[in-house]
């Protein structure tokens, strides 16, 4: 019989245990995760200097001394706690690297580094719904392209929101962890923010 993969909760009971196996296995399933959420937002004018895979593997280093006071207080639900480890890294390239403001579809707000322009495409794309149409690829990429505009217009809570739902694929109680709401909060936010873009695109926008 195969042994089933402890999952994360099993994994952290085994770490409070004092377990360092179970610890390297934990960190290890998500640095793919926190690699992608880095490499998405990290400016561009960074990646000749810094690699996303440096930025992760010093969050992790992090997060192995901190473990034993997190499984005893558990703040956060495990993802949101770790993403948050690389986040503050994240946020600490930015104000040491970046001189000089750069506008892209996302402007900086406080702690938030500025959406790159290439995520903000990938982004747009996630929201415009896809058409089986071979006519309509042209309208559609017309329509994509003024997506990523109209981010931009949006508050930054709510754009927000939709990064992490549709580039970082963050579960709804993962975003409420992240960003301090209910999980109702986190749905009525991100239907106000999909409303206010099918007001701008009508049916343009996926569900």
Do not use: C, N
Not at 133 to 153: C, D, F, I, T, Y
């Amino acid at each position: 019989m195969v042994q089933e993969e402890p999952d994360t909760d099993q994994l952290l009971v085994r770490v409070a245990e004092g377990d360092a196996a179970a610890r390297d296995r934990l960190l290890a399933r998500h640095r793919a995760r926190l690699r992608k959420m880095v490499a998405l937002r990290l400016d561009r004018r960074l990646w000749a200097r810094v690699d996303p895979s440096d930025v992760v593997q010093e969050a992790l280093t992090d997060a192995a001394q901190k473990l034993p006071k997190y499984v005893q207080e558990r703040p956060l639900p495990f993802y949101p706690w770790l993403r948050q480890l690389a986040w503050e890294r994240l946020i600490q390239l930015h104000r040491w690297h970046i001189r000089t403001a750069k506008r892209t579809v996302t402007r900086e707000d406080q702690d938030i580094p500025a959406l790159p322009d290439d995520s903000a495409l990938v982004l747009a794309d996630s929201l415009v719904a896809r058409s089986s149409s071979p006519s309509s690829g042209l309208r559609r990429s017309e329509r994509r392209k003024l997506a990523q505009k109209l981010l931009a217009q949006l508050s930054p809570p709510e754009r927000e929101v939709l990064v992490l739902r549709y580039l970082e694929h963050l579960s709804t109680r993962e975003i409420g962890a992240v960003l301090g709401l209910t999980e109702a909060g986190v749905k009525s936010r991100h239907l106000r923010a999909l409303r206010q873009l099918r007001d701008l695109l009508g049916d343009e926008v996926g569900e």
